[in-house]
Structures are given as C-alpha cells and as structure tokens.
C-alpha cells in the first residue's frame, strides 16, 4: 500500500490569475510560485465560484458551493459556522485528523464567529484587523508583535492603513522579517519540520496581497509604475451593469483612481506578491528538505481575484474574470505530471476532494475529481457554476461557464452578460443577439441547477426572480482598530489634538 502523502494548502488572498511569471506576466518576479509551476500541473481554468473572501473560504473547508453553504456573501451571524458544518458534514481539517493525518492551520481564516475552531489540532490565526480587544488579544501573530516585539505594538493597522488609504500606496510599518506573513512563513517551517511520524495536513493562508496595499522595504519600490500597464477598460455601461462594482468602489474610497495612479497601485501590489512569493520560498526550502518531498501535494490558490482598476472597478464580488479567476497549482512529483498546464475547469470547491483523495478517503462533496481526471485524462466537468448575493434579491447574480463561453447573469434589470473568454479574454465585447441561443442555453442551465440545488429563494414561480434595474446607493466603509476605541473619523479634528499627552515644559 502506497503511504499517505503530506497535503499543504498554501493560499493567497486577493490574487489575480494574471500575477506569476512563468504564467506568462514578464513584469512581475515570481521565482517561488515559478518553481510550482515547474513542480506540477498549472490548471488555466481556475475559478473562485463565490468571489468574496468569507463564502470562499467556506467553499475550501466545506467542499460545497454557496447553494449547499447558503454563504452567498459575507455574514455577520456568528452561527455561520456551525451551521454550515452541519449542512455539509465535518471540515477539511477534521476530515483529515479522521484519516490519520496531523493537522495544522496558520493565518488567515474568516470565520465567523471570530475564533472558531475548525478542527486543526494547531490553528494559529492572525486576522486582517480586530473588532475588540478580545481578538486583538486572541490574535496569534497581533499577540506575538505584543510580546516578543513590543517596540511596534503600538502599531494600530498592523498590515498597513484602511478607510481612505485602502487602495493607497503604502509601504508596511514593519520590517520584511516580521510582517504577517513572515510570521506565516515561520510558523508554517516550525511546523512542517515538527517530526512527529504522521503524514501533514497543512493550510498557510496569507493575508497579502489584499488590501492596503503595503509591502515592506524594499519591496515597496521593487516596481517602477511607468513600466507597467494601465487598467483594461470597457464601456462603462457594460462595466458597471453590475451594480456590486460602483458600489464597491465608492465604499473603498476608490471612485474617482486615475489610470496613472492605477499604475502605482499595480506596483505595490506587485510587490506585495513578490514579497509573499519571497516568503513562500523558505516554506518550499523547508518541504524540499524532507525525505518525503517527493511524496507531498502542494496545492497553491487564491480565494479571489482584484479589479485593480479593469472593468473601472476596485475589489472583487463581480464575475469579470479579474475578479472570479484565480492561480491553481497543483503538484505531487511522485503521482503528477510536471510542467504541464490543462485548460480544464476547476474551482476552491475541488479542494476538499483532492485532499482526501490523495489521502486514500476520496470525498467530492460538490466538487470535481480533479486527481481522477489526471490520472485517466477525462475531463474535471463540462460546465461550472457560480454565485454571489443573496438570492430573491436585486443583489443575486451567477456565472456559468461552459466551453469558451461565458455567461453573468443579474437579478438586477433580469441583466445578461455573454462573452466568449477565449476570443476575448479581457470582455470588452459582450456578445449580442446573434447569439441568444447561446444565452438561452446558458441562461437554462443555471435554471435547472438553481431548481436541482432546491434553491426555492431564487425563483418567482417558474422563472428566476428578477427586479427592474436600480442603481444601488452608496455608502463608505470605514475600518480602524476598532480594538483600541478607534471608530472613525472625529466629528472635530480638535478631538484629535486635544487626545495628544502634554507636552514637556508647558
């Protein structure tokens, strides 16, 4: 009997499919993600079925889509998480403890409640910002800072500015070798180089490069603005049907980012990923410097994409392909093929079943068997599906995706949105009625599936509910640290002045 292999998940948050070098970006460095290129099988057809980071990441732990989760966007409940297990059966990590795998989690999780344990026997949770002291508290890497590097604790956005600055080029307050995700790269080496007997399963979740976007020095100037392009742009109407994109940007103080700041941006976000590519490196070092090397699944993702300026928007939760489209890496040099790229679909779904398959337990849940098709050539699936929003409102819309088509539909005006990818991969030319078939067809898949799934809330009687076209009103998001009273902006600067200690002598 072939011995289990150690599994690692090494994930990214807000990482577009266009950002590795040996995928054909020549204006990046990328030589860590490079070498997994190299190690494995590259699938150009990875897709995030729920672009939004709390939804997708309960699509990794869960192996079900947000029809099963009913995790359509992000939640505030803080029965989220149990309620979800209980629909889809035990987690990853849990599953994985059950087949006999020693089990450990670093970084970013999203769970909500905050805290919640999702079965790792180590979990070491360092979040992107603290609604209370509890969490700050609670926080791994923020109580690490306060205990082994107290010169910075008085630091209040640890991974860089918020609020208005959230899409502003920054550079980190901390040093390289002790941001978030250095941490994460350490404790991610301690911990596969524990010696314990049993196969790992291992889950390394970075922070990076979502924003702010604030690589340390010197990766803040590794990139020169004027070397890079500008945003792809559309026509507006067609860019913004989606009301989630001006909604979004207004809410991230992003409205009005001109293509040569948009240019900035990219650089630091470039860096950013240069950076996290740097840190994955000694996490690759430390697995190659094992005996069973050889014998370990790397699975590298990101949970979504970012605009970063296409599309004129910012952030994610659209279903343009720099939103939904993401890295997927796969490599076992002693069961896959290496240098190998498939053009097969695949999505954050598909990683629950890879993991217990190559563990000897193979459960799909609602994902694909991506090791089967591998290993026999047939295909993942021929069409994939995905949602955002909740659906019976004018904020619920899908994708299906099948053959070199794509269609984004919208509760909101009953909107459609038909491109061919491969033809024009940057949607800039939604197909018209020439191709209604085409739409139609689509449009019924996503009806039965809708219907098959037993998604009631989505249907007015025997078709899609739908809602006349609004234009969505917008507010500002606004995230201090909240863990240290710090709610927002004064209502009088002096505020501000008069809270500043007394100065020496007067």
Not at 6 to 28: E, P
Not at 125 to 142: C, F, K, L, Q, V
Request: charged share 25%; proline share 7%; net charge negative.
């Amino acid at each position: 009997m072939e011995s289990q292999p150690n599994v690692l998940f090494v994930m990214t948050d807000q990482q577009r499919f266009d950002t590795i070098a040996a995928l054909g970006n020549s204006s990046i460095r990328t030589p860590n993600m490079d070498r997994l290129v190299r190690r494995g099988v590259n699938f150009t057809n990875g897709y995030s079925t729920c672009p939004v980071c709390m939804p997708a990441r309960y699509t990794i732990r869960s192996g079900s889509e947000p029809t099963r989760t009913g995790l359509f966007s992000n939640s505030r409940d803080d029965a989220v998480h149990a309620r979800v297990e209980g629909r889809c059966g035990p987690y990853l990590a849990t599953r994985m403890g059950q087949l006999g795998y020693r089990t450990f989690g670093v970084g970013k999780f999203h769970t909500r409640p905050w805290g919640a344990d999702e079965g790792f026997e180590v979990q070491l949770r360092s979040e992107e910002i603290y609604s209370n002291p509890t969490e700050r508290h609670g926080d791994a890497y923020a109580s690490w800072i306060a205990q082994e590097h107290p010169e910075y604790d008085w630091i209040e956005a640890l991974m860089g500015e918020r609020t208005e600055m959230y899409y502003a080029p920054q550079m980190s307050p901390l040093p390289a070798d002790l941001t978030v995700e250095s941490w994460a790269a350490d404790r991610a080496v301690e911990l596969i180089e524990n010696p314990d007997p049993r196969p790992y399963f291992g889950f390394v979740s970075f922070i990076g490069p979502h924003p702010p976007l604030a690589p340390p020095l010197p990766f803040n100037r590794m990139y020169d603005p004027d070397r890079l392009s500008g945003p792809i742009k559309g026509d507006l109407d067609v860019d913004h049907l989606d009301q989630q994109i001006p909604s979004m940007n207004y809410m991230t103080f992003s409205e009005d980012i001109s293509d040569s700041q948009a240019r900035i941006l990219k650089a630091r976000y470039y860096g950013e990923i240069s950076y996290i590519d740097h840190c994955i490196g000694r996490i690759l070092d430390a697995v190659e410097a094992r005996d069973d090397a050889a014998n370990t699944l790397i699975c590298f993702y990101a949970d979504h994409g970012d605009h970063m300026g296409d599309h004129h928007g910012w952030q994610k939760e659209s279903f343009f392909e720099s939103s939904t489209r993401i890295p997927f890496l796969l490599s076992w040099p002693d069961r896959l093929p290496q240098q190998e790229t498939s053009a097969e679909l695949v999505c954050l779904t598909d990683l629950f079943g890879i993991a217990t398959t190559a563990a000897g337990a193979a459960e799909l849940r609602q994902g694909a068997d991506v090791l089967g098709a591998l290993a026999t050539g047939e295909r993942t699936r021929e069409v994939l599906f995905g949602y955002h929003g909740e659906p019976g409102t004018d904020g619920f819309k899908a994708m299906v995706r099948a053959g070199q088509y794509k269609l984004i539909w919208m509760a909101n005006g009953n909107s459609r949105l038909l491109f061919d990818v491969v033809a024009d991969p940057d949607e800039l030319h939604p197909l018209g009625e020439e191709h209604a078939r085409t739409s139609d067809r689509l449009h019924a898949m996503l009806v039965d599936q809708l219907r098959a799934e037993g998604v009631q809330e989505a249907f007015d009687g025997e078709e899609l509910a739908s809602m006349p076209y609004r234009y969505w009103p917008v507010r500002r998001l606004y995230q201090f640290d909240a863990s240290r009273g710090i709610t927002g902006f004064p209502d009088d600067p002096d505020e501000i002045l008069q809270s500043l200690p007394t100065s020496v002598g007067r």
